[in-house]
């Protein structure tokens, strides 16, 4: 009977953590939707050695939570060059180094976490971005 009982409360508790918010151990969740309207996140470089989510300020590593189909968008700001380096086992398309402003942006289209970094700083800066 005991061994039952256990069983209903592991059931009990996993089904509660489903129904948990994006929130969690990655940070906030992001807002965007999956049908279009801009990006799911956005995450700025600069004007230090740094990666910062604009979703909820976490940096070194910066992360952002998505849904599949959400995009990230990377804005460059300051005078120091930057890259987005995709690493790890699950990954997407890096973009190249760059100077000043601009952008970069990545749709992700399949759940996984996507771990990155800058070409140029390394371990300095990272991030990582969580699609489900």
Do not use: E
């Not at 059931?11 to 940070?27: E, K, Q, T």
């Not at 070194?60 to 990377?74: E, F, K, L, M, Y």
């Not at 380096?85 to 699950?90: P, R």
């Not at 180094?97 to 289209?109: C, D, E, N, Q």
């Amino acid at each position: 009977m005991r061994f039952s009982t256990a069983i209903l409360g592991v059931i009990g508790l996993a089904s509660l953590a489903g129904c948990s918010s994006a929130s969690g151990p990655y940070g906030g969740g992001t807002g965007g939707g999956q049908g279009g309207g801009g990006p799911a996140g956005t995450v700025t470089l600069g004007p230090g050695i740094q990666f910062v989510s604009a979703h909820n300020g976490s940096q070194n590593p910066a992360v952002d939570t998505i849904p599949v189909r959400g995009s990230i968008t990377w804005t460059w700001t300051g005078s120091l060059p930057h890259s987005v380096q995709s690493t790890g086992s699950t990954s997407f398309t890096s973009s190249g180094t760059k100077t000043g402003s601009g952008t970069y942006a990545v749709t992700f289209t399949a759940p996984g976490t996507y771990h990155y970094d800058c070409a140029v700083h390394g371990s300095a800066m990272t991030g990582t971005i969580v699609v489900h």
